[in-house]
Protein backbone atom coordinates (compact mmCIF):
# COMPACT_ATOMS: atom_id res chain seq x y z
CA UNK A 1 0.00 0.00 0.00
CA UNK A 2 1.11 3.49 -0.72
CA UNK A 3 1.85 5.98 1.87
CA UNK A 4 -0.88 9.00 1.82
CA UNK A 5 0.19 12.75 1.21
CA UNK A 6 2.58 11.63 -1.29
CA UNK A 7 2.89 12.09 -5.09
CA UNK A 8 3.19 8.49 -7.26
CA UNK A 9 3.05 7.52 -10.79
CA UNK A 10 0.00 5.26 -11.45
CA UNK A 11 -1.55 4.26 -14.05
CA UNK A 12 -5.09 5.58 -14.46
CA UNK A 13 -6.48 2.06 -13.03
CA UNK A 14 -4.35 2.11 -10.27
CA UNK A 15 -5.50 5.97 -9.82
CA UNK A 16 -9.04 5.01 -9.76
CA UNK A 17 -7.92 2.27 -7.43
CA UNK A 18 -6.48 4.70 -5.03
CA UNK A 19 -9.30 7.16 -5.83
CA UNK A 20 -11.82 4.58 -4.48
CA UNK A 21 -9.75 3.51 -1.43
CA UNK A 22 -9.47 7.40 -0.49
CA UNK A 23 -13.36 7.70 -0.83
CA UNK A 24 -14.24 5.48 1.63
CA UNK A 25 -15.05 2.61 -0.82
CA UNK A 26 -16.23 -0.82 1.02
CA UNK A 27 -17.15 -3.03 -1.41
CA UNK A 28 -15.67 -3.63 -5.22
CA UNK A 29 -16.52 -6.17 -7.30
CA UNK A 30 -15.74 -6.89 -10.75
CA UNK A 31 -15.05 -9.47 -13.89
CA UNK A 32 -11.68 -8.77 -15.33
CA UNK A 33 -11.41 -7.44 -19.17
CA UNK A 34 -8.71 -5.39 -21.17
CA UNK A 35 -8.22 -2.57 -20.12
CA UNK A 36 -9.93 -2.39 -16.72
CA UNK A 37 -8.37 -5.31 -15.33
CA UNK A 38 -5.98 -3.89 -13.06
CA UNK A 39 -8.00 -1.39 -11.39
CA UNK A 40 -9.56 -4.43 -8.92
CA UNK A 41 -5.87 -6.04 -8.37
CA UNK A 42 -4.97 -2.30 -7.30
CA UNK A 43 -7.70 -1.78 -5.05
CA UNK A 44 -7.12 -5.10 -3.34
CA UNK A 45 -3.57 -4.04 -2.08
CA UNK A 46 -5.48 -1.70 0.15
CA UNK A 47 -6.79 -2.29 3.77
CA UNK A 48 -10.55 -1.78 4.49
CA UNK A 49 -12.14 -2.87 0.97
CA UNK A 50 -14.15 -5.77 0.35
CA UNK A 51 -12.57 -6.36 -3.19
CA UNK A 52 -13.81 -9.26 -5.37
CA UNK A 53 -13.79 -10.90 -8.58
CA UNK A 54 -17.17 -11.62 -9.83
CA UNK A 55 -18.89 -14.43 -12.32
CA UNK A 56 -19.90 -12.25 -14.55
CA UNK A 57 -20.32 -8.20 -15.04
CA UNK A 58 -23.94 -8.14 -14.24
CA UNK A 59 -23.21 -9.90 -11.34
CA UNK A 60 -20.60 -7.16 -10.40
CA UNK A 61 -23.05 -4.51 -10.43
CA UNK A 62 -25.26 -6.72 -8.45
CA UNK A 63 -23.13 -6.80 -5.90
CA UNK A 64 -22.37 -2.93 -5.54
CA UNK A 65 -25.85 -1.91 -6.19
CA UNK A 66 -26.59 -4.32 -2.75
CA UNK A 67 -23.75 -2.78 -1.26
CA UNK A 68 -24.64 0.69 -1.91
CA UNK A 69 -28.41 0.02 -0.45
CA UNK A 70 -26.79 -1.56 2.87
CA UNK A 71 -25.10 2.01 2.72
CA UNK A 72 -21.99 1.04 2.11
CA UNK A 73 -19.64 2.76 -0.76
CA UNK A 74 -19.49 0.76 -3.55
CA UNK A 75 -18.05 0.22 -6.94
CA UNK A 76 -18.05 -1.95 -10.13
CA UNK A 77 -15.71 -2.19 -12.89
CA UNK A 78 -15.64 -4.04 -16.25
CA UNK A 79 -14.33 -3.30 -19.56
CA UNK A 80 -16.97 -1.64 -22.30
CA UNK A 81 -18.17 -5.06 -23.40
CA UNK A 82 -19.12 -6.34 -19.91
CA UNK A 83 -21.64 -3.37 -19.78
CA UNK A 84 -23.61 -4.92 -22.22
CA UNK A 85 -24.22 -8.11 -19.78
CA UNK A 86 -24.47 -5.89 -16.79
CA UNK A 87 -27.11 -3.56 -18.73
CA UNK A 88 -30.38 -5.12 -17.27
CA UNK A 89 -29.36 -4.14 -13.70
CA UNK A 90 -27.52 -1.05 -14.83
CA UNK A 91 -30.88 -0.24 -16.61
CA UNK A 92 -32.85 -0.16 -13.58
CA UNK A 93 -30.35 0.60 -11.13
CA UNK A 94 -30.73 4.20 -12.74
CA UNK A 95 -34.37 3.87 -11.67
CA UNK A 96 -33.75 2.82 -7.77
CA UNK A 97 -31.03 5.39 -7.50
CA UNK A 98 -28.46 3.86 -4.49
CA UNK A 99 -28.01 4.33 -0.66
CA UNK A 100 -24.24 5.00 -0.62
CA UNK A 101 -22.60 6.11 -3.50
CA UNK A 102 -22.31 3.85 -6.35
CA UNK A 103 -19.62 4.29 -9.06
CA UNK A 104 -19.68 2.08 -12.33
CA UNK A 105 -15.77 2.06 -13.98
CA UNK A 106 -16.41 1.08 -17.76
CA UNK A 107 -12.71 1.10 -19.79
CA UNK A 108 -13.99 1.41 -23.45
CA UNK A 109 -11.49 -0.06 -25.80
CA UNK A 110 -11.12 2.32 -29.13
CA UNK A 111 -9.20 0.80 -31.69
CA UNK A 112 -10.07 -2.70 -30.60
CA UNK A 113 -6.28 -3.54 -28.81
CA UNK A 114 -8.12 -6.52 -27.34
CA UNK A 115 -12.01 -6.46 -27.95
CA UNK A 116 -14.37 -7.59 -30.41
CA UNK A 117 -16.20 -4.24 -30.73
CA UNK A 118 -15.63 -0.61 -30.05
CA UNK A 119 -18.81 0.51 -28.89
CA UNK A 120 -18.77 4.00 -26.65
CA UNK A 121 -20.25 3.75 -23.37
CA UNK A 122 -21.72 7.29 -23.76
CA UNK A 123 -24.13 5.79 -25.45
CA UNK A 124 -25.10 3.74 -22.45
CA UNK A 125 -25.39 6.80 -20.26
CA UNK A 126 -27.72 7.93 -22.18
CA UNK A 127 -30.14 5.22 -23.17
CA UNK A 128 -29.99 4.82 -18.77
CA UNK A 129 -30.17 8.68 -17.81
CA UNK A 130 -27.15 8.15 -15.66
CA UNK A 131 -24.40 10.47 -15.56
CA UNK A 132 -20.56 10.12 -16.71
CA UNK A 133 -17.47 11.29 -16.16
CA UNK A 134 -14.41 11.53 -17.99
CA UNK A 135 -11.19 11.66 -16.87
CA UNK A 136 -8.06 12.91 -19.25
CA UNK A 137 -5.15 11.78 -16.84
CA UNK A 138 -4.24 9.79 -14.11
CA UNK A 139 -4.68 12.80 -11.60
CA UNK A 140 -8.07 13.35 -12.55
CA UNK A 141 -9.09 9.91 -12.75
CA UNK A 142 -8.89 9.30 -9.15
CA UNK A 143 -10.28 12.96 -8.63
CA UNK A 144 -13.43 11.51 -10.27
CA UNK A 145 -13.65 8.75 -9.06
CA UNK A 146 -13.71 10.66 -5.95
CA UNK A 147 -16.20 12.59 -7.05
CA UNK A 148 -18.15 10.12 -9.07
CA UNK A 149 -19.15 8.94 -5.25
CA UNK A 150 -20.28 12.43 -4.34
CA UNK A 151 -21.85 12.67 -7.21
CA UNK A 152 -23.56 9.00 -6.54
CA UNK A 153 -24.67 10.33 -2.94
CA UNK A 154 -26.00 14.11 -4.12
CA UNK A 155 -28.25 13.22 -7.16
CA UNK A 156 -28.88 9.40 -5.89
CA UNK A 157 -28.18 7.59 -8.95
CA UNK A 158 -25.39 5.43 -10.38
CA UNK A 159 -22.95 6.96 -12.02
CA UNK A 160 -20.34 6.23 -14.89
CA UNK A 161 -16.58 6.61 -14.84
CA UNK A 162 -15.73 6.00 -18.50
CA UNK A 163 -12.01 5.44 -18.63
CA UNK A 164 -10.22 4.61 -22.18
CA UNK A 165 -7.19 2.36 -23.24
CA UNK A 166 -4.55 5.12 -23.07
CA UNK A 167 -6.54 6.25 -19.60
CA UNK A 168 -6.31 2.73 -18.08
CA UNK A 169 -2.49 2.16 -18.59
CA UNK A 170 -0.59 5.39 -19.05
CA UNK A 171 1.26 6.75 -16.12
CA UNK A 172 1.21 9.94 -14.82
CA UNK A 173 1.82 11.59 -11.67
CA UNK A 174 -0.96 11.46 -8.80
CA UNK A 175 -1.41 13.51 -5.60
CA UNK A 176 -1.87 10.85 -3.05
CA UNK A 177 -4.89 12.18 0.40
CA UNK A 178 -5.71 10.39 2.85
CA UNK A 179 -8.95 7.73 3.01
CA UNK A 180 -12.55 9.22 4.07
CA UNK A 181 -13.90 7.70 7.14
CA UNK A 182 -17.88 7.17 5.37
CA UNK A 183 -19.36 4.99 7.91
CA UNK A 184 -21.72 2.25 6.84
CA UNK A 185 -25.03 4.05 6.35
CA UNK A 186 -27.17 1.14 6.86
CA UNK A 187 -30.19 -0.53 4.90
CA UNK A 188 -33.12 1.45 5.07
CA UNK A 189 -36.12 -0.37 3.49
CA UNK A 190 -38.61 1.78 0.69
CA UNK A 191 -40.38 -0.68 -1.70
CA UNK A 192 -41.39 1.85 -3.61
CA UNK A 193 -37.77 3.09 -4.60
CA UNK A 194 -36.25 -0.41 -4.46
CA UNK A 195 -39.12 -2.72 -5.93
CA UNK A 196 -39.07 -2.14 -9.45
CA UNK A 197 -42.78 -3.33 -10.03
CA UNK A 198 -44.43 -1.29 -12.65
CA UNK A 199 -46.51 0.77 -10.58
CA UNK A 200 -43.24 1.65 -8.83
CA UNK A 201 -41.21 2.05 -11.46
CA UNK A 202 -43.67 4.46 -13.05
CA UNK A 203 -43.24 6.61 -10.03
CA UNK A 204 -39.56 6.52 -10.67
CA UNK A 205 -39.17 7.49 -14.18
CA UNK A 206 -40.43 11.15 -13.99
CA UNK A 207 -37.87 10.97 -10.63
CA UNK A 208 -34.72 10.16 -12.86
CA UNK A 209 -35.87 13.12 -15.64
CA UNK A 210 -36.05 15.56 -13.14
CA UNK A 211 -32.42 14.35 -12.03
CA UNK A 212 -31.55 14.73 -15.09
CA UNK A 213 -32.25 18.56 -15.55
CA UNK A 214 -30.13 19.09 -11.99
CA UNK A 215 -27.15 17.37 -13.44
CA UNK A 216 -27.00 18.82 -16.60
CA UNK A 217 -27.14 22.74 -14.59
CA UNK A 218 -24.01 20.41 -12.44
CA UNK A 219 -22.18 19.40 -15.41
CA UNK A 220 -21.67 23.28 -15.95
CA UNK A 221 -19.39 23.30 -12.72
CA UNK A 222 -17.37 20.71 -14.80
CA UNK A 223 -16.39 22.28 -17.22
CA UNK A 224 -12.74 23.62 -17.59
CA UNK A 225 -11.89 26.84 -20.35
CA UNK A 226 -8.94 27.59 -21.00
CA UNK A 227 -6.74 29.03 -24.21
CA UNK A 228 -6.74 33.21 -25.46
CA UNK A 229 -6.96 32.13 -29.07
CA UNK A 230 -10.38 32.87 -30.11
CA UNK A 231 -10.44 32.15 -33.55
CA UNK A 232 -11.73 28.44 -32.75
CA UNK A 233 -12.86 27.32 -29.69
CA UNK A 234 -12.86 22.99 -29.07
CA UNK A 235 -14.82 21.32 -26.98
CA UNK A 236 -13.17 17.96 -26.08
CA UNK A 237 -13.07 15.76 -23.41
CA UNK A 238 -10.93 12.37 -21.99
CA UNK A 239 -7.64 11.88 -23.75
CA UNK A 240 -8.64 13.70 -26.73
CA UNK A 241 -7.93 16.58 -24.35
CA UNK A 242 -4.35 15.98 -24.53
CA UNK A 243 -3.90 15.54 -28.11
CA UNK A 244 -5.82 18.89 -28.63
CA UNK A 245 -3.35 20.71 -26.23
CA UNK A 246 -0.30 18.99 -27.86
CA UNK A 247 -1.38 20.28 -31.40
CA UNK A 248 -2.71 23.18 -30.84
CA UNK A 249 -1.97 24.89 -27.33
CA UNK A 250 -3.03 28.18 -27.53
CA UNK A 251 -6.65 27.09 -28.86
CA UNK A 252 -9.40 28.05 -26.61
CA UNK A 253 -10.26 24.61 -25.47
CA UNK A 254 -13.84 24.00 -22.85
CA UNK A 255 -13.24 20.59 -21.62
CA UNK A 256 -15.94 18.74 -19.92
CA UNK A 257 -15.81 15.96 -17.15
CA UNK A 258 -19.33 14.78 -17.65
CA UNK A 259 -20.16 14.31 -20.88
CA UNK A 260 -23.59 12.74 -19.65
CA UNK A 261 -25.67 14.81 -19.41
CA UNK A 262 -23.94 17.34 -22.24
CA UNK A 263 -23.78 20.57 -20.42
CA UNK A 264 -25.46 22.20 -23.47
CA UNK A 265 -26.21 25.74 -22.44
CA UNK A 266 -22.48 26.15 -21.20
CA UNK A 267 -21.01 25.07 -24.50
CA UNK A 268 -23.91 27.75 -26.43
CA UNK A 269 -22.11 30.80 -24.17
CA UNK A 270 -18.44 29.27 -25.16
CA UNK A 271 -19.62 29.38 -29.07
CA UNK A 272 -20.96 32.93 -28.26
CA UNK A 273 -17.51 33.74 -28.48
CA UNK A 274 -15.42 31.71 -30.47
CA UNK A 275 -15.55 32.43 -34.43
CA UNK A 276 -16.01 28.56 -35.32
CA UNK A 277 -16.55 25.56 -32.56
CA UNK A 278 -15.38 22.47 -32.98
CA UNK A 279 -15.39 19.01 -31.42
CA UNK A 280 -12.53 16.64 -30.73
CA UNK A 281 -14.24 12.82 -29.57
CA UNK A 282 -12.87 9.41 -30.05
CA UNK A 283 -15.06 7.18 -31.76
CA UNK A 284 -19.25 8.63 -31.76
CA UNK A 285 -20.05 11.68 -32.66
CA UNK A 286 -22.13 11.85 -29.19
CA UNK A 287 -21.10 15.49 -27.93
CA UNK A 288 -21.36 16.78 -31.76
CA UNK A 289 -24.87 15.49 -32.37
CA UNK A 290 -25.80 16.59 -29.08
CA UNK A 291 -25.05 20.16 -29.83
CA UNK A 292 -26.23 20.17 -33.39
CA UNK A 293 -30.00 18.95 -32.01
CA UNK A 294 -29.85 22.06 -29.68
CA UNK A 295 -29.01 24.24 -32.72
CA UNK A 296 -25.31 24.85 -31.92
CA UNK A 297 -23.40 25.29 -35.59
CA UNK A 298 -20.26 22.77 -34.74
CA UNK A 299 -17.60 20.88 -36.83
CA UNK A 300 -16.36 17.37 -35.49
CA UNK A 301 -16.49 14.05 -37.44
CA UNK A 302 -16.18 15.48 -40.84
CA UNK A 303 -12.37 15.89 -40.04
CA UNK A 304 -11.79 13.47 -37.09
CA UNK A 305 -12.16 9.34 -37.45
CA UNK A 306 -15.13 7.84 -35.94
CA UNK A 307 -13.32 4.37 -35.67
CA UNK A 308 -10.28 3.58 -33.87
CA UNK A 309 -8.03 5.83 -31.95
CA UNK A 310 -7.44 9.42 -31.89
CA UNK A 311 -3.76 10.41 -31.76
CA UNK A 312 -1.84 13.81 -32.04
CA UNK A 313 -1.13 12.61 -35.87
CA UNK A 314 -4.67 12.20 -36.73
CA UNK A 315 -5.87 15.12 -34.37
CA UNK A 316 -3.40 17.73 -36.32
CA UNK A 317 -4.55 16.16 -39.86
CA UNK A 318 -8.09 17.16 -38.53
CA UNK A 319 -7.27 20.35 -37.61
CA UNK A 320 -5.27 21.07 -41.31
CA UNK A 321 -7.96 20.14 -42.80
CA UNK A 322 -10.20 22.65 -41.13
CA UNK A 323 -7.28 25.16 -42.14
CA UNK A 324 -6.23 25.69 -38.48
CA UNK A 325 -2.62 24.23 -39.04
CA UNK A 326 0.07 23.62 -41.28
CA UNK A 327 0.20 19.84 -42.43
CA UNK A 328 2.18 17.63 -41.47
CA UNK A 329 5.43 17.55 -42.97
CA UNK A 330 5.82 14.11 -44.59
CA UNK A 331 7.72 12.38 -42.17
CA UNK A 332 10.19 9.67 -43.70
CA UNK A 333 8.55 6.67 -44.04
CA UNK A 334 9.89 4.06 -40.85
CA UNK A 335 10.80 0.19 -42.75
CA UNK A 336 8.12 -1.58 -42.90
CA UNK A 337 7.61 -4.17 -39.86
CA UNK A 338 7.52 -7.96 -39.82
CA UNK A 339 4.11 -8.93 -38.73
CA UNK A 340 4.04 -11.98 -36.57
CA UNK A 341 0.89 -13.74 -36.06
CA UNK A 342 -0.34 -13.94 -32.73
CA UNK A 343 0.43 -18.06 -31.78
CA UNK A 344 -0.84 -20.50 -28.39
CA UNK A 345 1.80 -20.21 -26.38
CA UNK A 346 4.56 -23.58 -26.38
CA UNK A 347 2.51 -26.00 -23.99
CA UNK A 348 -0.96 -24.01 -24.38
CA UNK A 349 -3.33 -27.09 -23.41
CA UNK A 350 -5.74 -25.62 -25.65
CA UNK A 351 -3.95 -27.06 -28.63
CA UNK A 352 -4.63 -30.42 -28.77
CA UNK A 353 -8.16 -30.57 -28.61
CA UNK A 354 -8.08 -28.21 -31.55
CA UNK A 355 -5.70 -30.01 -33.36
CA UNK A 356 -8.25 -33.06 -32.87
CA UNK A 357 -11.30 -31.39 -33.87
CA UNK A 358 -9.52 -29.97 -37.47
CA UNK A 359 -8.74 -34.11 -37.63
CA UNK A 360 -12.24 -34.87 -36.91
CA UNK A 361 -14.01 -32.20 -38.81
CA UNK A 362 -16.52 -30.43 -37.22
CA UNK A 363 -18.16 -27.31 -37.61
CA UNK A 364 -16.77 -25.60 -34.15
CA UNK A 365 -18.92 -22.88 -32.50
CA UNK A 366 -15.65 -20.37 -30.64
CA UNK A 367 -15.43 -18.21 -28.22
CA UNK A 368 -13.59 -15.71 -26.16
CA UNK A 369 -10.37 -16.49 -24.51
CA UNK A 370 -6.58 -17.31 -25.51
CA UNK A 371 -7.96 -20.44 -27.46
CA UNK A 372 -9.88 -17.91 -29.87
CA UNK A 373 -6.30 -18.09 -31.15
CA UNK A 374 -7.02 -21.13 -32.59
CA UNK A 375 -9.11 -19.60 -35.20
CA UNK A 376 -5.50 -18.60 -36.91
CA UNK A 377 -3.33 -21.41 -39.21
CA UNK A 378 -2.05 -23.63 -38.79
CA UNK A 379 -4.80 -24.68 -35.89
CA UNK A 380 -7.74 -22.81 -37.82
CA UNK A 381 -10.24 -24.08 -36.05
CA UNK A 382 -12.87 -21.89 -35.69
CA UNK A 383 -16.26 -20.52 -37.66
CA UNK A 384 -17.08 -18.20 -34.96
CA UNK A 385 -16.30 -16.03 -32.20
CA UNK A 386 -18.98 -13.41 -31.26
CA UNK A 387 -19.57 -12.53 -27.11
CA UNK A 388 -18.56 -14.31 -24.04
CA UNK A 389 -20.49 -17.34 -23.72
CA UNK A 390 -22.31 -17.66 -27.35
CA UNK A 391 -20.47 -20.75 -28.34
CA UNK A 392 -22.89 -22.88 -27.07
CA UNK A 393 -25.90 -21.39 -28.11
CA UNK A 394 -24.46 -20.41 -31.59
CA UNK A 395 -24.07 -24.26 -31.47
CA UNK A 396 -27.79 -25.34 -30.20
CA UNK A 397 -28.55 -22.89 -33.38
CA UNK A 398 -26.66 -24.08 -36.08
CA UNK A 399 -27.42 -27.84 -35.14
CA UNK A 400 -30.92 -26.83 -35.28
CA UNK A 401 -30.89 -24.85 -38.61
CA UNK A 402 -30.29 -27.99 -40.27
CA UNK A 403 -27.72 -26.56 -42.47
CA UNK A 404 -24.25 -27.57 -41.15
CA UNK A 405 -22.35 -30.83 -42.95
CA UNK A 406 -20.19 -31.62 -39.92
CA UNK A 407 -21.04 -32.41 -36.59
CA UNK A 408 -21.44 -28.90 -33.97
CA UNK A 409 -18.83 -28.37 -31.44
CA UNK A 410 -18.52 -25.18 -29.39
CA UNK A 411 -15.56 -24.79 -27.65
CA UNK A 412 -15.18 -22.47 -24.50
CA UNK A 413 -12.90 -21.55 -21.65
CA UNK A 414 -13.61 -22.49 -18.01
CA UNK A 415 -14.25 -18.85 -17.09
CA UNK A 416 -16.44 -18.41 -19.78
CA UNK A 417 -18.16 -20.99 -19.35
CA UNK A 418 -18.90 -19.94 -15.75
CA UNK A 419 -19.75 -16.21 -17.04
CA UNK A 420 -21.87 -16.97 -19.77
CA UNK A 421 -21.96 -20.88 -20.81
CA UNK A 422 -23.65 -22.42 -17.96
CA UNK A 423 -27.49 -21.24 -18.76
CA UNK A 424 -26.63 -21.97 -22.32
CA UNK A 425 -25.43 -25.67 -21.47
CA UNK A 426 -28.63 -25.83 -19.86
CA UNK A 427 -30.61 -24.73 -22.59
CA UNK A 428 -28.74 -27.44 -25.12
CA UNK A 429 -29.92 -30.26 -22.10
CA UNK A 430 -33.26 -28.93 -22.20
CA UNK A 431 -33.51 -29.07 -25.73
CA UNK A 432 -31.99 -31.80 -26.21
CA UNK A 433 -29.47 -30.22 -28.78
CA UNK A 434 -26.97 -32.62 -30.64
CA UNK A 435 -24.30 -30.70 -29.89
CA UNK A 436 -20.61 -31.64 -28.20
CA UNK A 437 -19.41 -28.58 -25.79
CA UNK A 438 -15.21 -28.82 -25.14
CA UNK A 439 -14.90 -27.04 -22.30
CA UNK A 440 -11.37 -25.68 -22.12
CA UNK A 441 -10.23 -25.65 -18.28
CA UNK A 442 -6.71 -24.37 -17.77
CA UNK A 443 -8.02 -23.31 -14.11
CA UNK A 444 -7.25 -19.70 -14.48
CA UNK A 445 -8.63 -16.49 -16.63
CA UNK A 446 -5.40 -16.81 -18.86
CA UNK A 447 -6.38 -14.04 -21.79
CA UNK A 448 -6.57 -10.94 -18.96
CA UNK A 449 -3.18 -12.17 -17.27
CA UNK A 450 -4.35 -15.28 -14.71
CA UNK A 451 -7.16 -14.09 -12.34
CA UNK A 452 -8.75 -16.54 -10.41
CA UNK A 453 -12.46 -17.32 -10.76
CA UNK A 454 -14.86 -19.28 -8.96
CA UNK A 455 -14.00 -22.12 -10.57
CA UNK A 456 -9.96 -21.83 -9.32
CA UNK A 457 -10.56 -22.18 -5.33
CA UNK A 458 -9.48 -19.03 -4.73
CA UNK A 459 -10.47 -15.40 -4.16
CA UNK A 460 -8.86 -12.06 -5.52
CA UNK A 461 -7.17 -11.59 -2.51
CA UNK A 462 -5.78 -15.08 -2.35
CA UNK A 463 -7.81 -16.75 0.11
CA UNK A 464 -9.06 -20.61 -0.40
CA UNK A 465 -12.67 -21.11 -0.99
CA UNK A 466 -14.88 -23.36 -2.39
CA UNK A 467 -14.24 -24.36 -6.00
CA UNK A 468 -16.96 -25.09 -8.58
CA UNK A 469 -16.54 -28.47 -9.50
CA UNK A 470 -17.16 -28.67 -13.26
CA UNK A 471 -17.95 -32.64 -14.06
CA UNK A 472 -20.76 -32.64 -11.48
CA UNK A 473 -22.28 -28.85 -12.58
CA UNK A 474 -22.42 -30.73 -15.77
CA UNK A 475 -24.13 -33.56 -14.44
CA UNK A 476 -26.45 -31.69 -12.38
CA UNK A 477 -27.59 -29.82 -14.98
CA UNK A 478 -28.48 -33.09 -16.94
CA UNK A 479 -25.03 -33.81 -19.44
CA UNK A 480 -25.16 -37.70 -19.41
CA UNK A 481 -22.51 -37.84 -21.95
CA UNK A 482 -19.73 -36.53 -20.03
CA UNK A 483 -15.90 -36.93 -20.65
CA UNK A 484 -13.02 -35.76 -18.36
CA UNK A 485 -9.53 -35.57 -20.10
CA UNK A 486 -6.11 -34.46 -20.19
CA UNK A 487 -5.45 -32.33 -23.22
CA UNK A 488 -1.41 -33.33 -22.95
CA UNK A 489 -2.71 -36.76 -23.49
CA UNK A 490 -2.78 -36.69 -27.52
CA UNK A 491 -4.91 -39.94 -28.00
CA UNK A 492 -7.27 -39.79 -25.04
CA UNK A 493 -7.78 -36.34 -25.68
CA UNK A 494 -8.86 -37.52 -29.79
CA UNK A 495 -11.03 -40.30 -28.22
CA UNK A 496 -12.85 -38.76 -25.84
CA UNK A 497 -14.07 -35.72 -28.82
CA UNK A 498 -14.72 -38.11 -31.30
CA UNK A 499 -16.67 -40.47 -28.82
CA UNK A 500 -18.60 -37.15 -27.62
CA UNK A 501 -19.43 -36.06 -31.12
CA UNK A 502 -20.20 -39.98 -31.87
CA UNK A 503 -23.47 -39.71 -29.15
CA UNK A 504 -26.69 -38.04 -30.45
CA UNK A 505 -27.71 -35.28 -27.62
CA UNK A 506 -25.57 -32.75 -25.90
CA UNK A 507 -22.27 -34.03 -24.88
CA UNK A 508 -19.30 -32.69 -22.66
CA UNK A 509 -15.94 -32.98 -23.07
CA UNK A 510 -13.57 -31.60 -19.70
CA UNK A 511 -9.83 -30.95 -21.21
CA UNK A 512 -8.22 -30.29 -17.74
CA UNK A 513 -4.84 -29.00 -17.53
CA UNK A 514 -3.43 -25.83 -15.82
CA UNK A 515 -2.29 -22.76 -17.91
CA UNK A 516 1.87 -22.99 -18.41
CA UNK A 517 1.50 -19.48 -17.42
CA UNK A 518 -0.34 -19.46 -14.27
CA UNK A 519 -0.05 -19.25 -11.35
CA UNK A 520 3.74 -19.83 -12.30
CA UNK A 521 5.25 -20.67 -15.54
CA UNK A 522 5.42 -24.59 -15.48
CA UNK A 523 8.82 -25.71 -17.05
CA UNK A 524 9.48 -29.58 -17.60
CA UNK A 525 12.86 -31.02 -19.51
CA UNK A 526 12.48 -29.27 -23.02
CA UNK A 527 12.87 -31.72 -25.77
CA UNK A 528 14.89 -31.54 -28.83
CA UNK A 529 14.95 -33.15 -32.69
CA UNK A 530 17.07 -36.05 -33.35
CA UNK A 531 17.87 -34.57 -36.88
CA UNK A 532 19.29 -37.80 -38.22
CA UNK A 533 15.88 -39.49 -37.48
CA UNK A 534 13.64 -36.82 -38.22
CA UNK A 535 12.18 -37.60 -41.75
CA UNK A 536 10.75 -33.96 -42.07
CA UNK A 537 6.90 -35.37 -42.46
CA UNK A 538 6.22 -31.78 -40.20
CA UNK A 539 2.86 -33.61 -38.30
CA UNK A 540 4.20 -31.70 -35.07
CA UNK A 541 3.71 -28.30 -37.18
CA UNK A 542 0.37 -28.81 -37.37
CA UNK A 543 0.30 -28.12 -33.45
CA UNK A 544 1.15 -24.49 -33.88
CA UNK A 545 3.57 -24.69 -31.31
CA UNK A 546 6.09 -21.39 -31.35
CA UNK A 547 8.99 -23.39 -30.28
CA UNK A 548 9.05 -25.93 -33.27
CA UNK A 549 11.00 -23.85 -36.17
CA UNK A 550 12.39 -24.70 -39.18
CA UNK A 551 15.81 -25.44 -40.40
CA UNK A 552 17.40 -25.55 -43.63
CA UNK A 553 18.19 -29.32 -43.37
CA UNK A 554 15.52 -31.70 -45.58
CA UNK A 555 14.97 -34.78 -46.33
CA UNK A 556 13.25 -35.84 -49.57
CA UNK A 557 12.90 -32.63 -50.37
CA UNK A 558 11.03 -31.02 -47.45
CA UNK A 559 12.57 -29.30 -44.74
CA UNK A 560 13.64 -30.62 -40.89
CA UNK A 561 12.07 -28.88 -37.71
CA UNK A 562 14.37 -28.11 -34.13
CA UNK A 563 12.79 -27.39 -31.24
CA UNK A 564 14.09 -23.66 -29.43
CA UNK A 565 15.14 -25.32 -26.23
CA UNK A 566 14.69 -22.06 -24.34
CA UNK A 567 11.19 -21.60 -25.29
CA UNK A 568 9.55 -25.53 -24.84
CA UNK A 569 8.05 -26.13 -22.28
CA UNK A 570 8.04 -29.74 -21.96
CA UNK A 571 4.72 -30.60 -22.52
CA UNK A 572 5.49 -33.74 -24.87
CA UNK A 573 2.60 -32.73 -27.69
CA UNK A 574 5.14 -33.09 -30.26
CA UNK A 575 6.89 -35.74 -29.26
CA UNK A 576 3.48 -38.00 -28.96
CA UNK A 577 2.69 -37.17 -32.54
CA UNK A 578 6.33 -37.67 -34.05
CA UNK A 579 6.02 -41.35 -36.43
CA UNK A 580 9.82 -41.54 -35.93
CA UNK A 581 10.22 -41.05 -32.71
CA UNK A 582 13.03 -38.53 -33.55
CA UNK A 583 11.44 -35.97 -30.83
CA UNK A 584 13.40 -36.68 -27.21
CA UNK A 585 13.86 -34.91 -23.97
CA UNK A 586 16.90 -33.35 -23.40
CA UNK A 587 18.43 -34.89 -20.37
CA UNK A 588 18.15 -38.43 -22.48
CA UNK A 589 21.00 -37.81 -24.59
CA UNK A 590 22.85 -36.95 -21.79
CA UNK A 591 23.42 -33.12 -23.60
C1 LIG B 1 -18.22 -9.35 -21.66
C2 LIG B 1 -16.74 -9.53 -21.61
N1 LIG B 1 -16.11 -9.48 -20.43
C3 LIG B 1 -14.76 -9.64 -20.35
C4 LIG B 1 -14.03 -9.84 -21.48
C5 LIG B 1 -12.52 -9.99 -21.39
N2 LIG B 1 -12.18 -11.40 -21.55
C6 LIG B 1 -11.90 -11.91 -22.74
S1 LIG B 1 -11.74 -13.54 -22.68
C7 LIG B 1 -11.97 -13.61 -21.05
C8 LIG B 1 -11.97 -14.90 -20.27
C9 LIG B 1 -10.95 -15.86 -20.71
O1 LIG B 1 -10.86 -16.90 -19.76
P1 LIG B 1 -11.18 -18.39 -20.13
O2 LIG B 1 -12.51 -18.52 -20.78
O3 LIG B 1 -10.98 -19.21 -18.92
O4 LIG B 1 -10.10 -18.73 -21.25
P2 LIG B 1 -8.50 -18.63 -21.20
O5 LIG B 1 -8.12 -17.27 -21.69
O6 LIG B 1 -8.07 -18.94 -19.81
O7 LIG B 1 -8.05 -19.66 -22.17
C10 LIG B 1 -12.17 -12.35 -20.57
C11 LIG B 1 -12.34 -12.05 -19.17
C12 LIG B 1 -14.74 -9.86 -22.71
N3 LIG B 1 -14.11 -10.01 -23.87
N4 LIG B 1 -16.06 -9.72 -22.75
Not at 338 to 366: I, N, Q
Not at 529 to 538: L, N
Not at 573 to 581: G, K, S
Request: proline fraction near 7%; charged fraction near 20%.
Amino acid sequence: MIETRERALLSGNEAIARGAWEAGVRVASAYPGTPSTETLQALVTYEDVDTRWATNEKVAVDVALGASLGGARALAVMKHVGLNVAADTFMTAAYTGVGAGLVIMVADDPGMHSSQNEQDTRLYARMGLVPLLEPSDSQEAKDFTKLGFEVSERFDTPVLLRSTTRISHNRGIVVLEDRAEVPVGGFHPDPSKYVMLPAYARGRHPVVLERLTRLTTYAEELVTEEGADTRVGIVTAGVPYQYVKEVLPEARILKLGMTFPVPVERIRSFAAGVERLVVVEELEPFLEETLKAAGIHVEGKAYFPRTGELSPDLVHDGFAALGLVEPRSSAPTPPPTVVRPPLLCAGCPHTVPYWSLKRLGAVVTGDIGCYTLAALEPLATMDTCVSMGASIGMATGLAASGGADKPVVATIGDSTFLHGGVPALMDAVYNQADITVVILDNGTVAMTGGQEHPGTGRTLSGEETRAVDLPALCRAIGVDDLHVVDPYDVSATLRAIEQAMAHRGPSVVITYRPCIEAPVRIKDRPFWVDADACTACQLCMNLGCPAILWTSETFEGRRKVTIDTEMCTGCTLCAQLCPPRAILPVQEVGS
